[in-house]
């Protein structure tokens, strides 16, 4: 039977072994960590005594590609949040709090309904988002739009969580893609969902338990570190173990990130400037309110999601201060967060978590380096959430970047 060798226990990996799998293929998934997961983990921290995510994950119920994946692992009820398409946020600066409340159907009616906008807007400056997937490929979202309230209060918030990118220089084509696929689609698409328990426990766990029971190998701590390749074929993988020969019907999945892609395959053109993600964590109660999450402007917060003892902040785009000691960090985002959620003053136990490179800066000039799946070696294709998936770097782009690989290797995924 041929054999497919997965690199990269990430959700681009796993989501590729798995289709391979459930198509009868015999799989091995190599990851060099530990544990499966990547970029998208939970473990426990010391210094809070809980499980935390290595970073808050919000979906969209318009991620399509993501829901089918949870779906298929039985596990689409862990996700929690709101029954409704809700979005509260909290205008630091000014201390106005308001919640946009798109209606569920197709038709926009709630853009009719001042209450349910942005304050400062008229439906009409919701045209432009439509707008914003047709734009030129150079186009940066910052230069499609007006500087208007929306663009303030919404979209450059928006821009910063899918992109990871600032708005003056986030591909407007990508923003685009988000949009086109949830706020276009009505607010029934753009129900915000986040992991009850911890990443792992919706998306990863499980998808190793299915691979083992179905018979596919996975194994962790265990690095592939170059694929040999002659006559337009990879012939084997060198792991820390020595080499892995290749039969003449076994293929390859590469589902690394991009720079270890590069090392392996140094003629790739790939994704090479990243955007950091840090995630502040305070072992405190407090109040979920209808969301259990909150978007903030004029903060250096910008989404606070309030879990079981543990309140989590997200600031994207964060290479501006990543290299910031986390006590000054702590100390700077805790008095926003008692601010919004009326907590005592005294700072609770809490861990900062960088993630450096946490996705490729969303750049209309980065866009153009992200590689097919296809690449010029017969039985090698490439995953993960930097190659072309027509996404930014989310989880929907990577786990539909796991299935276009498995169907270039010829699995109808
Ligand atoms: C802090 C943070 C917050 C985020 N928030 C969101 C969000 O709110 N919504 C959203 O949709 N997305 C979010 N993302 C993005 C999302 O997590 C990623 O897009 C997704 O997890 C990427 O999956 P991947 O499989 O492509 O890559 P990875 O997760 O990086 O997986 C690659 C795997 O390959 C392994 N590996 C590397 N080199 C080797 C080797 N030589 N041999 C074997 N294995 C190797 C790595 O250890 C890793 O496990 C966030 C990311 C971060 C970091």
Redesign the pocket.
């Known amino acids: 039977m041929s054999h497919t060798h997965v ?8 989501s590729a072994a798995l289709a391979l799998t459930e198509a009868g293929r015999a799989v091995t998934l ?4 530990p544990a ?5 983990r939970s473990y426990f921290d010391q210094t809070l005594g809980c499980r935390i995510d ?6 969209l119920s318009g ?1 399509h590609t ?1 829901m089918a994946y949870l779906e298929r692992l039985g596990t689409r009820q862990t996700l929690g949040g709101p029954a409704s398409p809700v979005f509260p946020f909290m205008d630091l600066a000014r201390g106005t709090r308001w919640v946009l409340r798109p209606s569920l159907g197709r038709i926009p009616i709630w853009l009719l309904r001042k209450a349910r906008r942005v304050p400062g807007t008229s439906p009409l400056d919701y045209l432009a988002l439509l707008r914003l997937g047709q734009a030129r490929p150079t186009d940066t979202v910052a230069n499609n739009l007006p500087d208007n309230a929306l663009f303030r209060r919404f979209v450059a918030p928006l821009c910063i ?1 899918a992109l ?1 990118t600032h708005p003056i220089k986030g591909s407007a084509r990508l923003l685009g893609a988000v949009i086109d696929e949830t706020l276009a689609r009505g607010g029934a698409a753009c129900i915000p969902l986040f992991p009850r328990h911890g990443l792992s426990e919706s998306f990863i766990d499980p998808a190793v338990a299915r691979l083992r029971d179905a018979g596919a190998t996975v194994r962790t701590g ?4 170059a694929l040999p390749r002659d006559a337009g074929r990879v012939t084997s993988l060198i792991g820390s173990q020595g080499p892995i020969p290749l039969g003449p019907t076994d293929s390859v999945v590469l ?3 991009p720079w ?1 892609a590069a090392e ?1 395959l140094p003629e790739l053109t790939v994704p090479d400037e990243y955007q950091a ?1 840090l ?1 502040l964590h305070f072992r405190i109660d407090a109040d979920p309110g209808e969301a259990g999450f909150w978007g903030l402007v004029n903060a250096t917060a910008e989404w606070v999601f309030v879990k079981p003892g543990v309140v989590s902040v ?1 600031i ?1 785009a964060a290479n501006r201060l990543v290299d910031r000691r986390a006590e000054d960090l702590a100390a700077t985002v805790w008095p926003e967060v008692r601010r919004l959620l009326n907590l005592p003053p005294t700072l609770p136990p809490w861990r900062v ?1 960088k ?1 450096k490179r ?2 490729f800066a969303a750049t209309p000039a980065q866009n153009t380096r992200r590689p097919a799946a296809e690449t010029p070696w017969q039985n090698l294709a490439l ?4 190659t072309a998936t027509g996404l930014p ?6 786990i539909r ?2 299935l276009t690989a498995a169907r270039v290797l010829g699995v109808a995924a």
């Open positions: 690199i990269g226990g990430g959700l681009a990996g796993l190599y990851e060099a960590s499966c997961g990547g970029r998208c290595n970073g808050n994950h919000l979906l991620n993501a969580a990871n265990a690095a592939i570190t589902a690394v990130p270890s392996m993600i995630n997200t994207s978590v993630e946490a996705t995953a993960g959430d930097w770097a989310t989880i929907e782009g990577a970047s796991g």
